[in-house]
């Protein structure tokens, strides 16, 4: 084991922004004069806090402190900051949008100190994650590399904020449970305490929520800035702003190798999947990307939801020693030894499935799964198949009947399809992410609590495809294109890619596992700058876009796919109205159909890889 280098620290070093503001930072410096090349992480979670995100294998524990010591045995200057409002810092919290020229001046200032040589490099997950990419897309002074784990949005209007024109309601128990925390409540212990009475799951069953009588009243800032984020409908110059939107700033970005990571159970998969791509394309540095099977950050835990991938999945000894290493080894190459830039892309993606299908000890379906290396992403070999839905629920290549009649279902916005699972972060204590049975638990906010599979529900549409003859291996894009018509000005449709296991000891009535799911509001049909009511019973065209994923269905398995009209409280429930984003209060049951004739062939398209 390396012994420790002696190590100083500097408190809450108050660095001072543009615009007066002062934001707390603790820096860790080795013994010596330096210079030294720097990483840093600027997070809201904390600079001294246990980022919940460092856990070995073992379960071990790295706090910041151990953080430090290992970039500083290694040669590191380590800064840790907290963001604008929060902890020790000064200013007003304002979520994204004030990271980028913040994180732009901690550079220069960085850059500037005697101990920093002029070559810096960040790290951090999820928020800290979207800090970084927010300073990179305005060329701060001695970015060489970033770690950008599970976040650093590509374009927060279709991944991470809202999704195919809905609201993702995750920015609702995040600003809930942040709230808490806030100096406002921090300094008040009223405020605190009426946050802390708030029911969270009593105020989900209210939705929609009005600015000023929500459980988030008691701290402006952050209902001000939620309400913002909800009302925001079109693809406005809000969603431009720097903080939540890269995807027009990537020349701007300095010519750097990234290190991506994001997982398949993740609320940042297309946000990762498109920046990697961008980086790739657009620079002349080696990426890597690295896709497990987990949920948000939880790189070393083997299970998503109550499916479980085996050891294998870890990301501690399979993908590298473990996660510190993988980035101290990272800095090292690029931050010290000038690696060459004709190396090629790292792809390491997990592929879920081949797993028996029993049920473990932990009362766990095991699903299985391997790790896969390429150097790109889609895989090489990878080719779209369709497949086409039927009036009689079947999922197939063969062209649907010139007469089939369309399906019908109302969509009751007073009782939408519960969320069971999926690519969701930050949801609890209302919603959780991960792969589960489809069925009503009560575990599930939202649900009858009877236990009946979701394809028991009249409001939702379920098609598959007979028993799989071999292993088919989905890796890539999915892409969902319907015809419909509603008797509503506007509606959602929902789909989710389903793995069907069939009947066993452990699951008599079989396993229905969620893969990917995504929706799509239907005012946005025809573009995300201005909306455009339906008219009822208007026949129209749209396209769902999920989330790429990985998944190997095993012979003898079906691949369903499931159409609805909600997936609350994932996404905000649409009320059918036409009302304005965030302020419906008439919720109305509208009559939606699905066309699966030869002339309007609805159909699903998968990308997959021979085997």
């Known amino acids: 084991m390396q012994s420790e280098t002696t190590m100083t620290l500097l408190e809450n070093v108050m660095i001072t922004l543009r615009d007066g503001v002062n934001l707390a930072t603790d820096i860790y410096l080795p013994a010596g004069s330096g210079p030294f090349p720097v990483v840093v992480e600027r997070t809201p979670y904390n600079k001294r806090g246990q980022s919940r995100s460092e856990v070995n294998v073992d ?161 402006p800032e952050y209902e001000n800035y939620l309400f913002e984020q909800w009302s925001q409908g079109e693809f406005s110059d809000y969603w431009r702003q720097n903080g939540i939107y890269a995807a027009e700033s990537f020349e701007q970005i ?190 599930f906010f939202g649900t009858r609590g009877d236990n009946l599979p979701l394809s028991a529900r009249a409001d939702v549409l379920v098609f598959q495809t007979p028993e799989l003859e071999k292993d088919l291996l989905v890796a890539g894009d999915v892409t969902i294109k319907l015809w419909i018509s509603s008797s509503a000005l506007d509606t959602d449709f929902t789909a989710k890619l389903v793995d069907v296991y069939p009947p066993s000891k452990d699951y008599p009535q079989g396993y229905a596992m969620n893969i990917t799911d995504g929706i799509i509001r239907c005012r946005y049909r025809q573009g995300w700058e201005k909306e455009q009511l339906l008219s009822p019973d208007e026949i129209v065209e749209v396209t769902i876009a999920p989330f790429a994923t990985c998944n190997l269905f095993k012979k003898g398995h079906r691949i369903r796919l499931d159409i609805a009209s909600s997936n609350f409280p994932r996404f905000d429930s649409n009320p059918n109205s036409g009302e304005p984003e965030g302020q419906a209060r008439l919720k109305q049951t509208a009559t939606n159909q699905v066309f699966v004739d030869s002339l309007r062939p609805s159909r699903l398209i998968i990308s997959v890889l021979p085997l």
């Not at 380590?78 to 990271?99: A, I, L, M, N, P």
């Not at 212990?189 to 009243?217: C, T, V, Y």
């Not at 297309?270 to 690295?290: H, M």
């Not at 930050?426 to 009560?442: H, I, K, N, T």
């Open 59 to 219: 379960g071990s524990k790295l706090s910041r402190r151990d953080m430090a010591q290992a970039l500083v045995n290694r040669g590191y200057a380590v800064v840790f900051q907290d963001c604008r409002g929060c902890y020790g810092s000064e200013g007003v919290f304002t979520k994204y949008t004030s990271e980028g020229v913040d994180g732009f001046d901690t550079l220069q200032w960085i850059i500037e100190q005697q101990w920093c040589n002029g070559d810096i490099g960040s790290m951090g997950l999820s928020y800290a994650a979207h800090t970084q990419l927010a300073m990179a897309c305005l060329n701060p002074p001695g970015l060489k590399t970033m770690v950008l784990d599970s976040g650093g949005f590509h374009n927060a209007f279709q991944c991470g904020i809202r999704q195919g024109g809905a609201f993702e309601l995750k920015q609702a128990t995040w600003a809930y449970k942040w709230s808490q925390e806030s100096p406002l409540a921090q300094q008040n212990p009223l405020i605190r305490k009426a946050l802390e009475q708030e029911n969270i799951l009593d105020w989900f069953a209210q939705m929609p929520w009005f600015p000023g009588h929500s459980p988030l009243r008691h701290v």
């Open 254 to 443: 300095p010519d750097m190798p990234v290190m991506f990571m994001s997982s398949w159970y993740d609320a940042y998969v297309s946000s990762t999947l498109d920046n990697f791509k961008a980086f790739c394309q657009g620079k002349t540095y080696p990426q890597r990307l690295i896709m497990g099977p987990w949920l948000h950050g939880d790189r070393n835990i083997t299970f998503s939801g109550n499916a479980e991938f085996g050891r294998a999945a870890a990301f501690d000894n399979n993908v590298a020693a473990d996660w510190m290493t993988c980035r101290l080894d990272w800095f090292d190459r690029w931050l010290k030894n000038s690696a060459s830039k004709e190396a090629p892309h790292e792809v390491e993606v997990f592929v879920m499935g081949g797993g028996g299908g029993d049920k473990n000890d932990a009362g766990r379906l095991q699903h299985g799964g391997k790790w896969l290396n390429s150097d790109q992403w889609p895989l090489k070999g990878s080719q779209p198949t369709t497949l086409f839905l039927h009036r009689d629920g079947a999922l197939s290549c063969e062209q649907p009947s010139r007469s089939a009649a369309p399906l019908r279902y109302l969509a009751d916005p007073h009782h939408p399809v519960p969320t069971i699972g999926g690519s969701v972060t930050s949801g609890l204590p209302v919603f959780q992410g991960g792969a589960f049975d489809q069925r009503e638990s009560s575990e």
